[in-house]
Nanobody, 117 residues
């Protein structure tokens, strides 16, 4: 079983920065994919939007965050980070971390990011 815990959310003004952290723990051999997704409260039935993902060293980003967000991993600590810069009000959402380790696929509980003046 894989356990996932996110942290680092909060309230930030437009143009500001935040760094989210995602730590995976439990019984697994190795993690091949860690990704960040987000969901807005005004559309709870909408599928979670992919923000950024890293798989075996390759990274992909949603067009809406390219050039502003960076995903990176500390493999030894089973941790992924999402550095978010130049934040906009439309980035406001609950951010979820997804971890894929072998056949295991796990989600965290989410961390709220609010961008507002």
């Amino acid at each position: 079983q894989v356990h996932v815990a996110e942290s680092g959310g909060g309230l930030v003004q437009p143009g500001g920065s935040l760094r989210l952290s995602c730590v995976a723990s439990g019984a697994f051999f190795s993690i091949h994919t860690m990704g960040w997704y987000r969901q807005t409260p005004d559309n709870p039935d909408k599928q979670r939007e992919l923000v950024a993902v890293t798989t075996d060293g390759n990274t992909n980003y949603a067009d809406s965050v390219k050039g502003r967000f960076i995903i990176f991993r500390d493999v030894a600590k089973n941790t992924a980070y999402l550095q978010m810069n130049s934040l906009k009000p439309e980035d406001t959402a609950v951010y979820y971390c997804n971890v894929q380790a072998g056949a295991r696929d796990a989600w965290g509980q989410g961390t709220q990011v609010t961008v507002s003046s």
